[in-house]
């Protein structure tokens, strides 16, 4: 960060090759407390974005970002008294429901599980090199009801050198896995649909890594299920692939990446996560997000 003249400019990097700069200021935020009364916050610091870039999974442009780290300018950081160091997300599918269907960023006890008879999962955070970052211990991964792939102790686990490690990520529109093991996921992802006799088309043109040509009545997409310490996240079939009937493809939505994996936004859609900063723990169940505003 650079300061002259009385203005601070700052530049982030985030989830490449996107990038964030503007002016750092500060300002009176107001909430809405649980009796619906206004509540103040003086002096909250947040960068004002003038240049945003390279978001190339969003729809539209984005107005900036929401920091919700354990950094200590994040939003979360800064009101971790108010709202007891929790914090709670649901992303609506999208292009499943009407324009008007919001999701909710919810704080503190804000939220309730409206998931009836939903087994609700916990996994904690793991110590990151960059302490900012939510990290988990993602163990394995299995592709529709079949055995785990059986990826080796450690595949996913944080390197000496920074590298590795597995984030939970809603700044990311799709997943990535890191660079290695990706190509044992996608061949066993390609193995599950050699059974169908589906035709591989060229992937660049939507930004992807493996597509296949869609016949006008096939369903069999198979869920995909990330095993973390203590707990499983199974990401249903229209979460797992980008699929356009219309014009008669599907792609996996996910990608190879160098460094680390992360767990993105799409993969997260209808379950409700809650992340609660002070006991250093993930917990999440599948939910309808639509009705989280009901």
Do not use: W
């Not at 354990?70 to 939003?75: E, G, I, K, N, R």
């Not at 999440?284 to 009705?291: I, K, M, Y």
């Amino acid at each position: 960060m650079d300061c002259v003249g009385g203005k601070c400019i700052y530049q982030i990097k985030y989830a490449n090759p996107a990038l964030t700069k503007g002016v750092l200021s500060n300002e009176t935020f107001t909430f809405l407390s649980d009796n619906g009364a206004p509540e103040p916050k003086k002096g909250v610091v947040f960068g004002c974005s003038n240049y945003n870039k390279n978001f190339t999974n969003f729809r539209g442009e984005i107005d900036g970002i929401l920091g919700m780290s354990y950094a200590p300018l994040s939003l979360t950081a800064q009101i971790r008294n108010e709202i007891k160091r929790r914090f709670s997300c649901c992303f609506v599918q999208s292009g499943i429901y009407p324009p008007h269907k919001t999701s909710f960023l919810r704080f503190g006890d804000d939220f309730v599980i409206k998931s009836p008879g939903g087994n609700v999962q916990t996994t904690p955070f793991v110590r990151y090199i960059d302490k900012t970052m939510y990290a988990l211990n993602l163990t394995d991964i299995s592709i529709g009801n079949n055995s785990r792939i059986g990826f080796p102790p450690g595949t996913f686990a944080l390197k000496p050198d920074g590298s590795g490690g597995c984030l939970i990520d809603s700044g990311a529109a799709i997943s990535y896995i890191q660079t290695e093991p990706y190509q044992r996921f996608r061949q066993a992802i390609m193995q599950y649909f050699e059974q169908y006799h589906l035709r591989i088309i060229l992937a660049e043109q939507y930004h992807l890594d493996l597509c296949y040509q869609l016949p006008g009545n096939f369903n069999k997409f198979p869920s995909i299920t990330f095993h973390f310490q203590r707990a499983d996240l199974k990401v249903v079939p229209g979460n797992a692939f980008l699929i356009n009937y219309q014009e008669q493809y599907f792609c996996l939505a996910m990608k190879p990446k160098k460094g680390r994996s992360r767990i993105g936004a799409m993969q997260q859609q209808n379950i409700r996560f809650v992340y609660d900063i002070g006991r250093r723990e993930l917990s999440f169940v599948p939910e309808d997000c639509s009705q989280d505003a009901e």
